[in-house]
């Protein structure tokens, strides 16, 4: 029991930043984040003994945390408003150094960027977040449970939406 709270808080430490991001994309007010994200935290906990190394460990973190994200918003969808992001403040600056017009500029194409996302569906969404992330189609596929190849597709479509509504 020791050793698995131990890995468990190694999770938090490494993945909790990755987590409350994703969850960030789908749900508009801190509480409801913060509500969901120890919701996440309480599912991987509940299921780090069935992990079996079939995937990434971080594949497997990411598709329970989509999973329950998806699950929140739908429970949820009729109580409260899915998220806009119209607060500049929710957005942090990790690089302390960079000058005041600079944040600005990043926090303007940050807000920019959220918008196009919220207009997007559900998967969109998911796909978008993922790969945002950083990870690699093949993980996307393990996550959302399609082929590769769809992934790139879907990518590519969301791309050319998103970039017709910035136009």
Do not use: P
Not at 4 to 10: Q, Y
Not at 81 to 99: G, M
């Amino acid at each position: 029991m020791e050793s698995k709270e131990k890995f468990f808080k190694s999770i938090i430490a490494d993945y909790k930043e990755k987590i409350y991001r994703l969850s960030w994309t789908f749900v508009k007010d801190q509480t409801d984040r913060e509500d969901l994200f120890q919701n996440i935290l309480i599912k991987i906990w509940q299921n780090l003994d069935s992990f079996k190394n079939q995937s990434s460990f971080g594949t497997w973190l990411y598709r329970i945390s989509l999973n329950t994200i998806l699950d929140y918003t739908r429970k949820n969808n009729r109580k409260r408003q899915i998220s806009n992001h119209n607060k500049i403040e929710d957005l942090q600056i990790k690089d302390e150094s960079v000058d005041i017009e600079g944040n600005m500029i990043q926090l303007e194409r940050l807000s920019i960027l959220n918008k196009c996302i919220q207009e997007l569906s559900m998967i969109e969404k998911s796909l978008i977040t993922l790969y945002l992330e950083e990870l690699k189609y093949s993980e996307i596929a393990d996550i959302m449970g399609i082929s590769e190849k769809s992934v790139g597709v879907k990518l590519t479509r969301i791309k050319q939406k998103m970039n017709k509504m910035l136009r």
